[in-house]
């Protein structure tokens, strides 16, 4: 079987990114939070909203160019 696992167009490779992108963000804003620095998890969590919006938006006009349906 020579076929692909996954999809690797844009599109699909944006998607796959999304979620280790927030847990990464989530993690280290956590982090920042727990080690009092001068921005916490309450002032930064709003980036979370940002980062998840611009990457379905990317996801959105990414092409699809070579995508592997099914
Ligand atoms: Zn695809």
Do not use: T
Request: net charge positive; with cysteine.
């Amino acid at each position: 079987m020579a076929e692909k696992i996954r999809c690797l167009c844009r599109r699909c490779a944006i998607g796959g990114l999304r979620w280790p992108v927030i847990l990464v963000l989530l993690g280290f804003l956590l982090f920042l939070d727990r080690w009092n620095m001068r921005y916490g998890f309450e002032q930064l969590f709003p980036l979370l909203f940002i980062v998840f919006g611009g990457m379905k938006a990317a996801e959105a006009l990414a092409s699809a160019e070579g995508h592997a349906s099914g």
